[in-house]
């Protein structure tokens, strides 16, 4: 069965840094495109950001240009994503994510097909 899970979140100051980490099982990572999301409370899922499959298209929410860094290792089915410099405004439940298409990751996930259940991240001022 296919199980999509995140770890690596947790409390950590404004300006530091943390390093989220989604392991997939059950499925060939290669064969996906992989995101990471977040929801902040009383706000909507916004996509922070989305590789595909290959690693040829990426995009980054405005937000976290410069600061996060996604990247993804295939051969043992985990996507990363690096978060420096994190702000007060970083504070939500992230989520990893998985879908054979990219442009369902870029702009349409109601269509995703996988989905962890996320992992808080809080930053403190």
């Known amino acids: 069965q296919v199980k999509v899970l995140e770890y690596g979140g947790g409390l950590v100051q404004a300006g530091g840094s943390l390093r989220l980490s989604c392991t997939v099982s059950g499925l060939a990572l290669m064969n996906y495109a992989v995101g990471w999301f977040r929801q902040a409370p009383g706000k909507e899922r916004e996509l922070i950001s989305c590789i595909s499959w290959n690693g040829d298209a990426t995009y980054y929410t405005d937000s976290v240009k410069g600061r996060f860094t996604i990247s993804r290792d295939n051969a043992v089915n985990t996507l990363s994503l690096q978060m420096n410099d994190l702000e007060p405004e970083d504070t939500a439940k992230y989520y990893c994510?998985?879908?054979?298409?990219?442009?369902?990751?870029?702009?349409?996930?109601?269509?995703?097909?996988?989905w962890g259940q996320g992992t808080q991240v809080t930053v403190s001022s």
């Open positions: 994510a998985a879908d054979r298409s990219f442009a369902n990751l870029r702009r349409n996930q109601e269509r995703i097909r996988y």
